[in-house]
């Protein structure tokens, strides 16, 4: 079996050399697959200046991929920090002008505490399989007048929590803990994380909220 980073790796080399970077999630053992493009990590998608502008202080992205939030706060004169697993990641949001440090989130990270904004966007709130684990984390993180901004599955759309795996051509990666949310299951996982719901909104057929500490 492949390494997922390695997996994710290729697809964010080939998505930065202009060629399409599509690759599945598959959750084991019922193989329903999700298509996924790297590409699509790569620049501002409808629906990401919302969030961005939501963004009022210091933010941390994080699992910031590519970089492209990261990057355009920097643009705009923020104060912004990725975070990601992936050297690749951190080596190509650093080339798009972004502060960005490889490490996970479930350990040691610059300023805890002090950040007026976490993001987990394009599906991050599956890091480590546990959605509440994963809250608490950011509730950890985040100034307790700060937000943390999540995108999440639309209403109706199942909440899992599973083994996947990552496919990309003929490369089948080993197997790694992953979840989703869909949108009605918030409230109840904010309320089990230390948080509440500010808000929930839609843009893009795309969902979010906005979470903040109690």
Not at 145 to 169: N, Y
């Amino acid at each position: 079996m492949t390494a997922p980073l390695l997996v994710y790796g290729a697809a964010l080399r080939a998505a930065a050399a202009g060629s399409p970077a599509p690759f599945d999630l598959v959750p084991v053992p019922t193989g329903h697959v999700r298509s996924l493009d790297a590409t699509a990590w790569s620049v501002l998608r409808p629906g990401d200046r919302e969030l961005l502008d939501r963004c009022r202080g210091a933010t941390l992205d994080v699992g910031c991929g590519p970089g492209r939030f990261a990057a355009e706060l920097a643009r705009r004169g923020k104060d912004a920090l990725g975070v990601d697993i992936s050297p690749e990641a951190v080596r190509q949001a650093r080339r798009r002008g972004a502060a960005a440090v490889r490490g996970c989130v479930f350990g040691p990270l610059p300023r805890e505490g002090g950040w007026r904004a976490v993001l987990l966007a394009d599906g991050n709130i599956g890091i480590g399989g546990d959605p509440v684990r994963l809250l608490r984390r950011c509730a950890d993180l985040v100034h307790r007048r700060g937000v943390v901004l999540v995108e999440v599955e639309p209403p109706g759309a199942r909440s899992w929590q599973a083994e996947v795996v990552l496919r990309q051509g003929g490369r089948t990666s080993a197997a790694f803990p992953w979840a989703a949310v869909g949108a009605h299951d918030v409230a109840d996982l904010a309320r089990r994380s230390a948080l509440r719901v500010r808000r929930l909104w839609t843009e893009a057929d795309r969902w979010f909220a906005d979470l903040s500490p109690h």
